[in-house]
């Protein structure tokens, strides 16, 4: 699936590109396909030529400064937990994206990851994670939209059970060679179907994440919810915002509003 391209691009210099898409006040302009294939770093697009030993060398140690610079960027913009820093610093993040992309890949921007869904934005990930996890040790966690399986990589860093499902086929598989490639496959269980029924199977889950906007969080997933277990979504259609819900008893749930954010949609049925 992957082609070769140049050189991986990571060079010292590429702070201010780092810092660029950092939005103040923690909104996001999260999964939004805009402007990707746009005039990226024209490293990316350079021919392959002096590609020698060296830069394969320089490309893990290239990789692990950039996303140091990038956690360093969400401990900025108010990421605390460092279970869910140390999981972000541990994936690698541009091998869940096109090789043509991994330029960007620390960048605090969705990128396209094909069938026009997108990876999250870094922030949303971490600012998801951190809230569903807040106060509690997740045993066993949901994830509605796996896309290319890196939210799911994430998790799987400090969450024993984790469940993901994904509607598009062709993104289902993208993300089961992702996760495998990073030998998570075992450790992150995934599902081929429409994750807004979830699991009943295997629920109760003590946090579930939705990585698409609704207009509506569907019922189903908060009856999948343990007591004392977090939901969090982004709801709306053109204005959306993460909502943070917590069941609190049989038929209780809290619920409240966080950032305005901007997600792909949520949809129902499968696409093969
Ligand atoms: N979690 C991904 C983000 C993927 S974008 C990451 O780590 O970056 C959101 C994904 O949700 C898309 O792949 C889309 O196909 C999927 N999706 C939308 N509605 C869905 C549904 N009802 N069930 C499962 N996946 C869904």
């Known amino acids: 699936?992957?082609?070769?391209?140049?050189?991986?691009?990571?060079?010292?210099?590429?702070?201010?590109?780092?810092?660029?898409?950092?939005?103040?006040?923690?909104?996001?302009?999260?999964?939004?396909?805009?402007?990707?294939?746009?005039p990226g770093n024209p490293a990316s697009n350079a021919p392959l030529v002096g590609h020698h030993r060296s830069t394969t060398v320089n490309l893990?140690?290239?990789?692990?400064?950039?996303?140091?610079?990038?956690?360093?960027?969400?401990?900025?913009?108010?990421?605390?937990?460092?279970?869910?820093?140390?999981?972000?610093m541990a994936v690698p993040r541009h091998m869940f994206v096109d090789e043509g992309l991994a330029s960007r890949a620390y960048e605090d921007a969705a990128l396209p990851i094909g069938h026009s869904q997108t990876i999250s934005q870094p922030w949303v990930v971490a600012r998801m994670i951190s809230a569903v996890c807040e106060n509690r040790v997740p045993v066993?966690?949901?994830?509605?939209?796996?896309?290319?399986?890196?939210?799911a990589a994430v998790l799987a860093q400090f969450i024993k059970e984790v469940h993901a499902v994904e509607r598009i086929r062709g993104l289902y598989e993208l993300a089961r060679e992702h996760l495998r490639?990073?030998?998570?496959?075992?450790?992150?269980?995934?599902?081929?179907?429409?994750?807004?029924?979830?699991?009943?199977?295997?629920?109760?889950?003590?946090?579930?994440?939705?990585?698409a906007a609704g207009i509506k969080i569907p019922q189903a997933l908060l009856e999948q919810l343990a007591i004392g277990?977090?939901?969090?979504?982004?709801?709306?259609?053109?204005?959306?915002?993460?909502?943070?819900i917590e069941r609190t008893g049989a038929a209780t749930w809290h619920r409240e509003e966080l950032e305005s954010v901007r997600f792909v949609p949520l949809r129902p049925g499968t696409q093969s």
């Open 140 to 151: 066993k966690v949901l994830e509605v939209g796996a896309g290319c399986g890196y939210q």
């Open 229 to 244: 277990g977090r939901l969090i979504a982004p709801e709306g259609t053109t204005a959306q915002r993460l909502i943070l």
């Open 181 to 211: 490639a990073q030998k998570l496959i075992g450790r992150v269980r995934l599902t081929f179907g429409d994750g807004m029924a979830g699991l009943p199977g295997i629920a109760p889950f003590d946090a579930i994440v939705i990585a």
């Open 1 to 38: 699936m992957r082609k070769p391209v140049a050189p991986f691009p990571f060079a010292s210099g590429t702070t201010n590109r780092f810092g660029r898409s950092s939005l103040g006040g923690g909104v996001s302009a999260a999964n939004s396909n805009t402007r990707v294939f746009g």
């Open 60 to 88: 893990g140690l290239n990789s692990e400064r950039s996303r140091g610079m990038m956690i360093q960027r969400l401990r900025n913009q108010g990421i605390q937990d460092e279970r869910v820093l140390d999981a972000m």
